[in-house]
């Protein structure tokens, strides 16, 4: 095994894993500092990212209204002390943004434009046009290479995490493109490595949005919160999974059933006058988008495509000036993979599934339950998105708290006691054999009945509404394919050059451990709250449920589900509440 010694180990290089790599490089250019990612870093799930990051810039907005809003859309679930820090610090980190490279869209004065999202009393989201994620990636890859500390290792895959005594002592990875075991000897490890949507059938994430991170944590002796909380996005072509970004609404898209009506209306977010009225209609949530169009599903109201049912999602009186300026990337793919110019027809449109709000368990330090551990980005949950999260919230959360995570990592390794290469070396031996023993399985069933058979379980049983029955249900058949999992799967490959089909099994292992993770909590869960919508607990509980759960691996079993508090500051439990007598928007 080929062995590297760094300070801190980078996994993952998306928004958050450069962030925290240029933070800990400037907390101490000294250090050695290790970015491993799976794939090249520009070709990280960031790069997806379509709508804007919220950053609070007008006159008319404050941090008062970002924290509000935050709040009140995560339904009292966040932790708001977090939420406080967060923004506190999502202008400075979109100004940071500017000062690297990030070309953000501007009003004809030079100022920086803003746009709408749901949920939002105010604009706050800046954008660069309908491709901000491409942009923001593109700045933090590029601003990465003015540091010498760190050192890139692209299309290495991480496999597990070493921890003895509670403390990080090394990355156990593959090369990719030899196969090559490879252990990184370091102090501190930051994960960033993204959500798990792939976990489920009809999402809106790249193949690579796996969840391994989040599984390696779990089995390393951390624990995830809140994993019942999966986010619904409404506006997903049908059949794709391509992103139709919630920009649309924040530039004035409305919504239509298959007899042209809004309907959402009828769902707690109108009335449908005067528009548009920020908090209300296409600017409401997604969590009520997404059950709103359950509703017009079952009521027959919808539109059948050879890919699902679907309903419209109309762009037409925004103009073709404004669609191609402010929307290119959308019209470009509605055109490519949909058939449909959004400046002439309305896009056929479905909830697909778009973020884990749940994961790996943080404070606002971006510490885990593991000493020299931390967690940024999607993969975390350090307590800013509650039960649902804001669109925009994601793109701030990475680089605000990627920069926390690289800092507090470097501060670590700074007072961290030395540990023994020889000591992880045999650890890493170790771990290193179990993951080649998959590459000699003689027996076992094929990769993509297990995976496929787990997706079916996500969709018909945790998802946007869920009963007891059908719970359970699903944790039973997850408990089922992690044993026929356990009993070996026969893969085809057995080189370990370039065997994607290796890595897939790997990743598939912390895939199942994260589904049970996610319908366990859901099973405990026995509220209605956000994104879980329980068809047999149909109210919001707080009395027993405004509490975080907590996810510790069971080993071979099902995973231990309790609860933890959430830190309440200033904003006590109240109704949430969208549509009514808001204010009309302005949209600029």
């Not at 870093?41 to 990212?49: D, F, I, K, Y």
């Not at 949920?119 to 590029?142: E, N, P």
């Not at 600017?283 to 890919?307: C, M, V, Y």
Request: glycine share 10%.
């Amino acid at each position: 095994m080929r062995i590297i010694s760094a300070d801190v180990v980078v996994i993952g290089g998306g928004g958050a894993g450069l962030r925290a790599a240029i933070a800990a490089a400037e907390a101490d250019p000294g250090l050695a500092i290790a970015l491993i990612s799976k794939v090249l870093p520009m070709r990280s799930h960031t790069v997806a990212a379509e709508g804007g990051s919220a950053g609070v810039v007008r006159d008319d907005d404050s941090l008062d209204n970002h924290f509000d809003d935050t709040v009140t859309g995560g339904e009292w679930l966040c932790d708001q002390d977090v939420v406080d820090y967060f923004v506190r610090h999502c202008t400075e980190e979109m100004v940071q943004l500017e000062r690297w490279g990030c070309p953000w869209s501007r009003k004809p004065d030079g100022s920086i434009n803003v746009r709408f999202f749901g949920g939002m009393k105010v604009q706050r989201t800046w954008f660069a046009a309908d491709k901000s994620g491409f942009h923001i990636l593109h700045t933090l890859f590029q601003t990465s290479h003015k540091y010498p500390a760190i050192t890139r290792y692209d299309e290495y895959f991480c496999a597990d995490l070493i921890v003895e005594d509670g403390r990080v002592r090394g990355v156990v990875a593959i090369e990719i493109a030899t196969g090559e075991m490879v252990l990184f000897h370091c102090k501190a490890a930051v994960l960033a490595t993204g959500g798990a949507g792939r976990v489920f059938r009809q999402n809106t994430n790249a193949g690579i949005v796996t969840g391994e991170g989040m599984g390696l944590a779990l089995r390393a002796g951390a624990v995830l919160r809140d994993m019942e909380f999966v986010q619904w996005h409404p506006t997903c072509l049908p059949g794709t999974g391509i992103l139709m970004s919630e920009a649309c609404r924040g530039e004035g898209a409305i919504l239509t059933n298959k007899d042209g009506y809004r309907y959402l209306q009828d769902y707690g977010l109108g009335p449908l006058d005067p528009w548009p009225r920020a908090k209300a209609m296409e600017l409401g949530p997604r969590d009520r988008l997404s059950q709103a169009f359950w509703h017009e599903d079952k009521k027959g109201n919808t539109i059948q495509t050879p890919h699902g049912s679907a309903v419209n999602l109309d762009l037409r009186h925004l103009g073709e000036k404004k669609i191609l300026e402010r929307l290119p990337l959308i019209t470009e793919a509605a055109r490519t993979f949909a058939g449909v110019d959004p400046v002439r027809e309305p896009i056929p449109v479905r909830p697909a599934v778009h973020y884990t709000m749940g994961g790996i368990a943080t404070n606002v330090m971006t510490e885990t339950a593991i000493s020299g551990l931390y967690a940024a980005g999607e993969c975390a949950s350090v307590g800013i998105h509650g039960a649902n999260r804001l669109g925009s919230n994601s793109l701030a959360e990475i680089v605000v708290f990627g920069k926390v995570a690289g800092e507090r990592a470097a501060q670590y390794v700074r007072s961290a006691r030395p540990v023994s290469p020889e000591r992880t070396a045999r650890l890493a031996e170790a771990s290193a054999t179990r993951v080649l023993r998959l590459l000699g399985n003689e027996r076992g069933e094929r990769l993509a009945e297990i995976r496929d058979a787990m997706m079916d379980a996500m969709e018909e049983g945790v998802g946007l509404y869920r009963t007891e029955a059908g719970l359970k249900a699903a944790c039973r058949t997850l408990a089922d394919l992690r044993a026929r999992y356990r009993r070996g799967i026969r893969l085809d490959d057995r080189n370990r050059a370039f065997n994607t089909e290796w890595l897939a099994a790997i990743e598939l292992g912390s895939m199942l451990e994260v589904a049970e993770a996610m319908a366990h909590a859901a099973l405990w869960r026995r509220e209605s709250r956000g994104a879980h919508q329980r068809l047999d607990a149909t109210a919001r509980d707080d009395r027993r449920f405004l509490v975080h759960s907590i996810a510790r691996s069971g080993g071979d079993g099902a995973p231990q589900i309790k609860s933890a508090p959430v830190t309440i500051t200033k904003s006590r439990p109240g109704s949430r509440v969208y549509g009514g007598a808001g204010a009309k928007a302005e949209l600029t």
